[in-house]
C-alpha cells in the first residue's frame, strides 16, 4: 500500500520568504504525485503533478516541485511566498494505473504574515 | 477545465435521520468517482471507489450499509448517510476521474454534515 509523509503540520513565514514544504511518499511501483491546496473556506485545487519526464515540475501561481526517486520525494516550492498563499498544502500519491485512488498526506498548514 | 460540483455545501440533520450527498461531473463524463471524509485536523480518509453501472468498493473499517453510494450515471454519484449519529459528523469531498488517468483528479467543493 501507498503511504505519504508531510513534514510539517504548520508553517508559518512573512511574505517573500522562499518556501519548501516536505513530502515523502513509500510505493514500490511507478507513481503519479500530486500537490493540491486548500484555501480558507475553498474545496481543494490542483496546484501541479508529476507522471514522468522532467522531475522539476512547474505548476499554477508560481509554485514548482521536484520529484527525486532516489529519495521518494517530492517537496514543493515557491521562490517568494505571498500573503495570499495562505492555505493547507496536501501532497498526493497515486499508482500509475487509469483507475488508482489518492492517499493524501495529512497536510501543512502555511500561514504567511504581511 | 474539468468542473464537479458537490451538493449541498453544508447540511445539518437530526440523529436517526439520513442525508444525501450529490457529486455531479458537469462538463465531463466520470466513470470512477470517490468518497473522501476529512476529520479536523487530518487528511483526507478514502471512503469508497464508485464505478458506474456497478457497485462502489468500500475501504477496509467503513460501513457500506451506513453509507450507501450510487453511481448511476457517468455524471452523477450519491453518498447517503443512513440513520446519522453525531459521530458521523465530517466534511465529505467528492472527486472525479474521467477515466484518462492522467488528468489529475476534480474534486467538490465538499459538504460540512452535522448531525446533533
Known amino acids: 500500500a501507498q503511504s505519504v509523509s508531510q513534514h510539517n503540520h504548520h508553517v508559518i513565514l512573512s511574505e517573500a520568504a522562499s518556501l519548501e514544504l516536505g513530502c515523502n511518499y513509500s510505493y514500490g511501483g511507478t507513481v503519479n504525485l500530486f500537490w493540491y491546496v486548500q484555501y480558507p473556506g475553498q474545496h481543494l485545487q490542483l496546484l501541479l503533478k508529476?507522471?514522468?519526464?522532467?522531475?522539476l515540475v512547474k505548476g499554477i501561481k508560481g509554485f514548482e516541485a521536484e520529484f527525486i526517486k532516489s529519495k521518494f520525494s517530492f517537496n514543493l516550492r515557491k521562490p517568494s511566498v505571498q500573503w495570499s498563499d495562505t492555505a493547507e498544502y496536501f501532497c498526493?500519491?497515486?499508482?500509475?494505473?487509469?483507475?488508482?485512488?489518492?492517499?493524501f498526506g495529512k497536510g501543512t498548514m502555511l500561514l504567511v504574515s504581511p | 477545465g474539468a468542473v464537479v460540483s458537490q451538493h449541498p455545501s453544508w447540511v445539518i440533520c437530526k440523529s436517526g435521520t439520513s442525508v444525501k450527498i450529490e457529486c455531479r461531473s458537469l462538463?465531463?463524463?466520470?466513470?470512477?468517482m470517490f468518497w473522501y471524509r476529512q476529520f479536523p485536523k487530518q487528511s483526507l480518509m478514502l471512503m469508497a471507489t464508485?464505478?458506474?453501472?456497478?457497485?462502489?468498493?468500500?475501504e477496509q473499517g467503513v460501513e457500506k450499509d451506513k453509507f450507501l453510494i450510487n453511481h448511476a450515471s457517468l455524471t452523477l454519484s450519491t453518498l447517503t448517510v443512513t440513520s446519522a449519529h453525531p459521530e458521523d459528523s465530517s466534511f465529505y469531498i467528492c472527486?472525479?476521474?474521467?477515466?484518462?488517468?492522467?488528468?489529475?483528479?476534480?474534486f467538490g467543493s465538499g459538504t460540512r454534515l452535522t448531525v446533533v
Open positions: 498526493a500519491v497515486s499508482s500509475n494505473s487509469g483507475y488508482s485512488t489518492l492517499t
Open positions: 472527486s472525479a476521474n474521467d477515466g484518462q488517468g492522467r488528468n489529475g483528479y476534480t
Open positions: 508529476y507522471f514522468s519526464g522532467d522531475p
Open positions: 462538463d465531463f463524463q466520470a466513470t470512477t
Open positions: 464508485s464505478n458506474e453501472g456497478s457497485k462502489a468498493t468500500y
